[in-house]
């Protein structure tokens, strides 16, 4: 489940600094400095609340027959 974070957040906020930051000739500079912000907040997000709520929502719908 990290493996998506490390895969998403630059991708994500690639697009993000793109469409709404508008960085001009820094591009890379921006985008740099929003995956350094945003990446541990995704990272502990996904490890410590998302994936085990989510494990436990399909634990609870698909039980082991």
Same mark, same amino acid.
């Given at each position: 489940?990290?493996?998506?974070?490390?895969?998403?957040?630059?991708? #994500?906020?690639?697009?993000?600094?793109?469409? $709404? &930051?508008? *960085?001009?000739?820094?591009? @890379?500079?921006?985008? !740099?400095?929003?995956?350094?912000?945003?990446?541990? #907040?995704?990272f502990?997000?996904?490890l410590? $609340? &998302?994936? *085990?709520?989510?494990?436990? @929502?399909?634990?609870? !719908?698909?039980?082991?027959?």
């Amino acid at each position: 489940s990290s493996m998506i974070v490390a895969l998403m957040c630059p991708t #994500m906020s690639l697009i993000a600094t793109v469409l $709404f &930051a508008h *960085p001009g000739s820094e591009v @890379v500079a921006v985008w !740099l400095q929003k995956y350094v912000l945003t990446f541990p #907040m995704a990272f502990f997000w996904q490890l410590c $609340f &998302a994936g *085990p709520f989510v494990r436990k @929502v399909f634990g609870l !719908l698909f039980r082991e027959k």
